[in-house]
């Protein structure tokens, strides 16, 4: 018999639907019902492409006994972090704060008003290396909450007076500087993988926001050395099994540090930040490379991700089916000499092998290996890897596809269309820029709706249930201000507008800070409020680059203020922590150049609105249009006459402008260099 998640629109939780498991979706009824029976609540958070919330739902939850013990001694409240992460933010927290780390599947014990008392990650079903077995645990925690009540109480107490006495130490006085942006630089060359690329040891995951910093920073200072950094980094990501070499698009993270053998799944807003990395490569050194790998991903996304309804899905898993219809990680992607053989025959199986770094003993487990570019193979035939590419690709095609996480989560959706829109304008993709558009329509249609409030997710159409948190709103705004840039439609502009609005009303608190709900959100144990990028852009570092973008096409004193106030947490995490603060950093260098407004009066998609967009100066807006409506719909456009009848670009910066040109050479060289003024 189906349980109450059967109510939800969240992939994850649908997979549990079907659990011997009485779960309950995060809601007041749950905590009242454990209130009722005076019982703990289990909180049990994943997310749909976690390889061993899988395991843990295959081995705990989907066992009879291990179920019935669950129904009768706890209400069992099963969160998606996806759509819920304030819950998972405020509970993750308490985790890493008790046990030193943290992780999914995420286990907490609760009383019925929400205070943790006892936590975990994954319990195996039989005790092993040190870990209680998933019974123990619950025994233990049933035994403490019946016999040792004023213990748990206090246990509680004292780890949420200790989460709210952890109050954020936020920059204080002042934006990051050059002196601070030197120092984040220095500590990123320290952790800096000369050999492999890329950040710190095993697991390595993909520092896009990290590498955006580093292209801003050679942009605005000529800094060859974090331009090497951020090349060499790429390249090595595109060469490695991080990257998809014949479908494209990136998994997740690799388990080691040459970027050999990922976790397999690929998640939505890695490959959305990858895809603008590797266009802004590009953009700086004219790469071949970084032009493949950025076209290969944003059509990874359309072809793999897009939903029927022009949005984007959230991710695909790491598991798939094997050929003995086993469920197992990366089976879709990896390859023996032997199905190499299969399929190409023995000369173009060795050709493959050699070209793709397939093994006899294999690079990944049972024999098997993850394609990848060694490079060691010498000069190579482009047609016959073409050739090898499109036959390999189209037997795996025949293989059992790994499961699709369908729901459209918004901030990601926003990453993706700056992405799409970017690369679309850059390599004369106007198909992408529609993608992006679309997405953007559905966002606007369906996630802000009649209630004129961001919600968070939606699936088939439908709106989800939660609200929007600031990362929703601050990368969705990101990307409708890419969009605006790209296809001179100022409706984006005001769309944006909208979104930062609701963030300085709602989500604002004193000298600048931000928080991650809005203040009239659910009150949770601790409102959650985290400035460091982990796997995206921090809402709060998010929030800071649209509101400077958006100061910079309006005018607006109240975005540019909010803006320089966030970004204090920046001046006070990027000497210490540069790796975890990499769009803040991207943000301080975009303030530090200005940023740049570019204004071209004249027709949309025209060379000088190209060169416009090509231009490398560090977070630059752009308006295009023409005619005398064109200042309506864009501040900066107003009063920009077109030259003897040429279209005509205008450069400003801290209120000052340089003389309108008409010629696209001029253009480029005028957003090329260091700023003046």
Same mark, same amino acid.
Request: glycine residues 12%; contains cysteine.
């Given at each position: 018999?189906?349980?109450?998640?059967?109510?939800?629109?969240?992939?994850?939780?649908?997979?549990?639907?079907?659990?011997?498991?009485?779960?309950?979706?995060?809601?007041?009824?749950?905590?009242?019902?454990?209130?009722?029976?005076?019982?703990?609540?289990?909180?049990?958070?994943?997310?749909?492409? @976690?390889?061993? @919330?899988?395991?843990?739902?295959?081995?705990?939850?989907?066992?009879?006994?291990?179920?019935?013990?669950?129904?009768?001694?706890?209400?069992?409240?099963?969160?998606?972090?996806?759509?819920?992460?304030?819950?998972?933010?405020?509970?993750?927290?308490?985790?890493?704060?008790?046990?030193?780390?943290?992780?999914?599947?995420?286990?907490?014990?609760?009383?019925?008003? %929400?205070?943790?008392?006892?936590?975990?990650?994954?319990? $195996?079903?039989?005790?092993?290396?040190?870990?209680?077995?998933?019974?123990?645990?619950?025994?233990?925690?049933?035994?403490? =909450?019946?016999?040792?009540?004023?213990?748990?109480?206090?246990?509680?107490?004292?780890?949420?007076?200790?989460?709210?006495?952890?109050?954020?130490?936020?920059?204080?006085?002042?934006?990051?500087?050059?002196?601070?942006?030197?120092?984040?630089?220095?500590?990123?060359?320290?952790?800096?993988?000369?050999?492999?690329?890329?950040?710190?040891?095993?697991?390595?995951?993909?520092?896009?926001?990290?590498?955006?910093?580093? #292209?801003?920073?050679?942009?605005?200072?000529?800094?060859?050395?974090?331009?090497?950094?951020?090349?060499?980094?790429?390249?090595?990501?595109?060469?490695?099994?991080?990257?998809?070499? #014949?479908?494209?698009?990136?998994?997740?993270?690799?388990?080691?540090?040459? =970027?050999?053998?990922?976790?397999?799944?690929?998640?939505?807003?890695?490959? /959305?930040?990858? @895809?603008?990395?590797?266009?802004?490569?590009?953009?700086?050194?004219?790469?071949?490379?970084?032009?493949?790998?950025?076209?290969?991903?944003? *059509?990874?996304?359309?072809?793999?991700?897009?939903?029927?309804?022009?949005?984007?899905?959230?991710?695909?898993?790491?598991?798939?089916? *094997?050929?003995?219809?086993?469920? !197992?990680?990366?089976?879709?992607?990896?390859?023996?000499?032997?199905?190499?053989?299969?399929?190409?025959?023995?000369?173009?199986?060795?050709?493959?092998?050699?070209?793709?770094?397939?093994?006899?003993?294999?690079?990944?487990?049972?024999?098997?290996?993850? #394609?990848?570019?060694?490079?060691?193979?010498?000069?190579?035939?482009?047609?016959?890897?073409?050739?090898?590419?499109?036959?390999?690709?189209?037997?795996?095609?025949?293989? $059992?596809?790994?499961?699709?996480?369908?729901?459209?989560?918004?901030?990601?959706?926003?990453?993706?269309?700056?992405?799409?829109?970017?690369? %679309?304008?850059?390599?004369?993709?106007?198909?992408?820029?529609?993608?992006?558009?679309?997405?953007?329509?559905?966002?606007?249609?369906?996630?802000?709706?009649?209630?004129?409030?961001?919600?968070?997710?939606?699936?088939?159409?439908?709106?989800?249930?939660?609200?929007?948190?600031?990362?929703?709103?601050?990368?969705?705004?990101?990307?409708?201000?890419?969009?605006?840039?790209?296809?001179?439609?100022?409706?984006?502009?005001?769309?944006?507008?909208?979104?930062?609005?609701?963030?300085?009303?709602?989500?604002?608190?004193?000298?600048?800070?931000?928080?991650?709900?809005?203040?009239?959100?659910?009150?949770?144990?601790?409102?959650?409020?985290?400035?460091?990028?982990?796997?995206?852009?921090?809402?709060?570092?998010?929030?800071?680059?649209?509101?400077?973008?958006?100061?910079?096409?309006?005018?607006?004193?109240?975005?540019?203020?909010?803006?320089?106030? /966030?970004?204090?947490?920046?001046?006070?995490?990027?000497?210490?922590?540069?790796?975890?603060?990499?769009?803040?950093?991207?943000?301080?260098?975009?303030?530090?150049?200005?940023?740049?407004?570019?204004?071209? /009066?004249?027709? !949309?998609?025209?060379?000088?609105?190209?060169?416009?967009?090509?231009?490398?100066?560090?977070?630059?807006?752009?308006?295009?249009?023409?005619?005398?409506?064109?200042?309506?719909?864009?501040?900066?456009?107003?009063?920009?006459?077109?030259?003897?009848?040429?279209?005509?670009?205008?450069? @400003?910066?801290?209120?000052?402008?340089?003389?309108?040109?008409?010629?696209?050479?001029?253009?480029?060289?005028?957003?090329?260099?260091?700023? %003046?003024?």
């Amino acid at each position: 018999m189906a349980n109450r998640l059967a109510q939800t629109t969240s992939p994850y939780l649908l997979q549990h639907v079907d659990n011997p498991v009485d779960w309950w979706p995060w809601s007041p009824e749950a905590f009242e019902e454990a209130r009722r029976r005076d019982v703990p609540v289990l909180l049990s958070v994943g997310y749909a492409a @976690c390889h061993w @919330c899988h395991v843990m739902a295959h081995e705990s939850f989907e066992d009879e006994a291990t179920a019935a013990y669950m129904n009768e001694h706890f209400v069992s409240v099963k969160v998606d972090r996806e759509e819920r992460p304030d819950v998972d933010a405020v509970y993750m927290e308490a985790v890493q704060a008790a046990t030193g780390h943290g992780g999914w599947p995420m286990t907490v014990f609760l009383t019925a008003d %929400g205070e943790p008392f006892y936590f975990g990650t994954y319990f $195996p079903p039989e005790a092993r290396h040190g870990s209680p077995s998933f019974r123990q645990v619950l025994e233990g925690v049933a035994a403490a =909450w019946k016999d040792r009540r004023d213990e748990v109480a206090e246990v509680a107490g004292r780890i949420v007076a200790d989460l709210a006495g952890r109050s954020l130490v936020h920059g204080g006085d002042g934006v990051p500087g050059e002196s601070e942006v030197a120092q984040a630089l220095l500590g990123l060359t320290r952790e800096y993988d000369e050999q492999h690329g890329g950040f710190g040891g095993a697991p390595k995951f993909p520092p896009s926001m990290a590498v955006e910093f580093l #292209l801003r920073h050679y942009a605005r200072t000529g800094s060859e050395g974090a331009l090497q950094m951020a090349a060499d980094t790429c390249a090595a990501m595109a060469r490695g099994g991080i990257y998809d070499q #014949l479908g494209g698009g990136f998994a997740r993270y690799s388990v080691d540090r040459e =970027w050999i053998v990922p976790h397999f799944e690929k998640m939505l807003y890695d490959n /959305a930040l990858l @895809c603008r990395v590797y266009a802004h490569l590009w953009r700086a050194t004219g790469s071949d490379e970084a032009r493949r790998i950025a076209l290969e991903t944003a *059509d990874f996304m359309v072809r793999e991700l897009r939903t029927a309804e022009g949005g984007f899905a959230s991710a695909l898993d790491a598991d798939s089916e *094997d050929a003995d219809g086993r469920h !197992v990680e990366g089976a879709y992607y990896v390859w023996t000499p032997a199905q190499l053989r299969e399929v190409l025959g023995e000369d173009d199986a060795a050709f493959a092998a050699a070209y793709y770094g397939v093994t006899e003993d294999g690079t990944f487990e049972e024999g098997a290996s993850v #394609l990848r570019l060694p490079g060691d193979a010498g000069p190579v035939d482009a047609d016959r890897v073409a050739d090898v590419r499109a036959r390999l690709l189209a037997a795996r095609e025949q293989r $059992p596809r790994p499961g699709r996480d369908d729901k459209v989560v918004a901030a990601w959706n926003g990453l993706a269309i700056a992405a799409l829109a970017e690369t %679309g304008a850059y390599f004369d993709r106007p198909d992408l820029v529609e993608r992006a558009t679309e997405a953007a329509d559905l966002l606007v249609r369906v996630h802000l709706g009649e209630v004129a409030r961001l919600t968070r997710t939606s699936k088939d159409g439908r709106a989800g249930d939660n609200a929007g948190v600031l990362e929703d709103y601050g990368d969705v705004a990101e990307g409708f201000l890419a969009l605006a840039a790209v296809t001179g439609e100022g409706a984006w502009l005001e769309f944006a507008g909208f979104l930062l609005d609701i963030v300085l009303e709602q989500f604002t608190g004193e000298g600048g800070q931000l928080y991650d709900t809005a203040h009239d959100a659910e009150q949770l144990i601790r409102r959650p409020q985290d400035p460091t990028d982990s796997a995206t852009p921090s809402g709060w570092t998010a929030a800071a680059g649209a509101l400077l973008s958006y100061a910079a096409y309006t005018g607006s004193e109240p975005h540019r203020t909010a803006a320089e106030g /966030a970004l204090g947490v920046v001046k006070a995490l990027g000497p210490r922590v540069p790796r975890f603060v990499g769009w803040g950093l991207a943000v301080a260098e975009a303030l530090l150049d200005g940023p740049r407004e570019v204004a071209v /009066a004249g027709s !949309v998609g025209g060379e000088l609105h190209r060169t416009a967009l090509l231009g490398r100066a560090p977070g630059a807006v752009v308006a295009a249009g023409e005619g005398p409506g064109a200042g309506a719909e864009f501040p900066l456009l107003v009063d920009r006459p077109l030259v003897d009848g040429q279209p005509t670009a205008y450069v @400003c910066r801290h209120f000052v402008c340089s003389a309108p040109t008409t010629d696209a050479g001029e253009l480029a060289a005028a957003l090329a260099g260091p700023a %003046g003024g």
